[in-house]
């Protein structure tokens, strides 16, 4: 039982930070599954880069 268990955190940590990373995006105005599978090869980068990244939410509002 506690290797299923040990297995289940892990992968729940390997789909977490994509997650994340992928609901951030959608906020900034940035496609969330094109970020999920950038994050997924690149856990930590993806998400630094995000945040470096203009928001283009707030371009889409003044446009409107």
Not at 25 to 53: D, E, H, N, Q, Y
Request: with cysteine.
């Amino acid at each position: 039982m506690g290797i299923a268990l040990l297995a289940f955190m892990g992968l729940a940590l390997l789909l977490i930070v994509p997650f994340i990373t992928a609901m951030f995006a959608k906020r900034v105005g940035r496609s969330p599954v094109k970020w999920f599978f950038i994050c997924m090869v690149l856990p930590l980068i993806a998400t630094f880069l995000l945040f470096l990244l203009p928001d283009l939410s707030e371009e889409e509002n003044t446009n409107n």
